[in-house]
């Protein structure tokens, strides 16, 4: 197998080779035959073909795809255009309003991925209304490879680790080489214990800057 971005393939050979990945990605293709499931299959690396390896500037670590129908779209806390926004998406969009006055209501976030963020969900794919149904397959093993790529071979790349799970699955980022910004998850049962008045976008931005990277345009 082979993704389209191509750096993202030269950092990748040894797991997309291996034989833990082809049981995955076979067993994944016997679940979309005779199951529903999220992302549709052509979106499952939608994060990775929106931005290569080299451009990666920003990494926000989701669980796994939305589960409801027409939602996942392989890209991180994102739902396709008309959706309505979920319950996390519209906490995060608040906390962006609250930080840059910044007010989207579109919840599609290609547009962020188009600049260097880099949406990763640990597990790629999902059953139809069942959270977490693909977890333990090996999707976590694969992204525990990818952010060990992108910490040990990039610098200077922003981390955002909202939730206990997203935070345990970056402890090995090299901290002396990246930015990590650390809160509780924007679900409506965490939102209030941290993730409001964090900064998360300002501080992002205040790094690359200080970088001499660009930074993120937030408007959707």
């Known amino acids: 197998m082979k993704l389209k ?16 990945f082809k049981t995955l990605i076979e067993n994944i293709d016997c679940l ?16 990775f073909e929106l931005v290569d390896f080299e451009d990666v500037k920003v990494v926000i670590i989701g ?3 939305y589960h409801g129908a027409f939602q996942a779209n392989g890209l991180s806390f ?10 996390s998406l519209q906490n995060i969009y608040k906390e962006l309003e609250d930080d ?4 989207n209501i579109n919840g599609d976030l290609t547009k962020w991925a188009e600049q260097g963020v880099f949406l990763l969900n640990a597990t790629l ?3 139809e209304k069942k959270a977490g149904s693909h977890q333990k397959l ?17 610098e200077n790349i922003v981390f955002i680790l909202w939730g206990s799970y997203a935070q345990k699955k970056g402890k090995n980022i090299d901290r002396s080489k990246h930015f990590v910004i650390e809160t509780v998850h924007p679900s409506p049962l965490s939102v209030y214990r941290g993730f409001y008045g964090s900064k998360p976008f300002s501080q992002t931005n205040a790094y690359l800057e200080s970088k001499g990277i660009k ?5 959707i």
């Not at 529903?36 to 939608?46: G, I, N, R, S």
């Not at 840059?100 to 007010?103: H, K, Q, S, T, Y």
């Not at 090996?138 to 990039?154: C, M, N, P, Y």
């Open 215 to 219: 930074s993120i345009d937030w408007k």
């Open 5 to 20: 971005a191509k750096g993202w393939n030269k950092h990748l050979a040894a797991e997309m080779t291996s034989p833990y």
């Open 32 to 47: 979309y035959e005779t199951t529903m499931v999220y992302p549709p299959k052509e979106e499952v690396y939608t994060a």
């Open 100 to 103: 840059l006055g910044i007010r």
């Open 138 to 154: 090996g999707w976590e093993k694969f992204t525990d490879a990818v952010i060990e790529q992108l910490s040990k071979h990039r």
């Open 78 to 87: 994102s739902v396709s255009k008309g959706v309505k926004l979920p319950p």
């Open 63 to 65: 669980q796994d795809p």
């Open 125 to 127: 794919t999902v059953e």
